[in-house]
T-cell receptor, first 114, second 113 residues
Framework: GAGVSQSPSNKVTEKGKDVELRCDPISGHTALYWYRQRLGQGLEFLIYFQGNSAPDKSGLPSDRFSAERTGESVSTLTIQRTQQEDSAVYLC????????????FGPGTRLTVT | DQQVKQNSPSLSVQEGRISILNCDYTNSMFDYFLWYKKYPAEGPTFLISISSIKDKNEDGRFTVFLNKSAKHLSLHIVPSQPGDSAVYFCAARGTTSYDKVIFGPGTSLSVIP
């Protein structure tokens, strides 16, 4: 079956522009996570969706970052007025549900802000 | 403040020998730990996990050891193979959210043929 997919795989944008990153989780997975990995660093938690519960947004670094999820399917991460420090790989992961800790990751979107 | 630490950014091991990747954590309330492997240009993939009620879990060439008193865990790969060359992330179940996992910064393993 299909794994987690993300698009685009690469995105180059100018500073100040808005970008939208997309994640398609594995069908049936109710939990969805977004992470950021800056060059040479580990995975930084951004936001977590579980079913119809209010998302855990505790990792979003600023109000320029937002994310939405349509039901238990597609999620989009939006970064407004991008800055150079937003350059990173943005990873999406999904899992079967609450307290199912094994996450399945997508290949990531590499964002470069020039 | 980093709650999950992997103090060795990189490690090189000869093929056939043992690879030992270390991870330290600061929060004694963590109750579940996982290791993920990541190849370049791919997302991390789950490798092995351990509950805090155990001190060892084994899966083929991979064994994870947990020392709760020292807040330390390690991943052993025996024998190491060139295909094991990847970045390895240690992760722990967070306490602020039962569903959230906190990742360490990763250790890059190179297995030399």
């Amino acid at each position: 079956g299909a794994g987690v997919s993300q698009s685009p795989s690469n995105k180059v944008t100018e500073k100040g522009k808005d970008v939208e990153l997309r994640c398609d989780p594995i069908s049936g997975h109710t939990a969805l996570y977004w992470y950021r990995q800056r060059l040479g660093q580990g995975l930084e938690f951004l936001i977590y969706f579980q079913g119809n519960s209010a998302p855990d947004k505790s990792g979003l670094p600023s109000d320029r970052f937002s994310a939405e999820r349509t039901g238990e399917s597609v999620s989009t991460l939006t970064i407004q007025r991008t800055q150079q420090e937003d350059s990173a790989v943005y990873l999406c992961a999904s899992s079967l549900g609450r307290a199912i800790l094994q996450q399945y990751f997508g290949p990531g979107t590499r964002l470069t802000v020039t | 403040d980093q709650q999950v630490k992997q103090n060795s950014p990189s490690l090189s091991v000869q093929e056939g020998r043992i690879s030992i990747l270390n991870c330290d954590y600061t929060n004694s309330m963590f109750d579940y730990f996982l290791w993920y492997k990541k190849y370049p240009a791919e997302g991390p993939t789950f490798l092995i996990s351990i509950s805090s009620i155990k001190d060892k879990n084994e899966d083929g060439r991979f064994t994870v050891f947990l020392n709760k008193s020292a807040k330390h865990l390690s991943l052993h790969i025996v024998p190491s193979q060139p295909g094991d060359s990847a970045v390895y992330f240690c992760a722990a179940r967070g306490t602020t959210s039962y569903d959230k996992v906190i990742f360490g910064p990763g250790t890059s393993l190179s297995v030399i043929p």
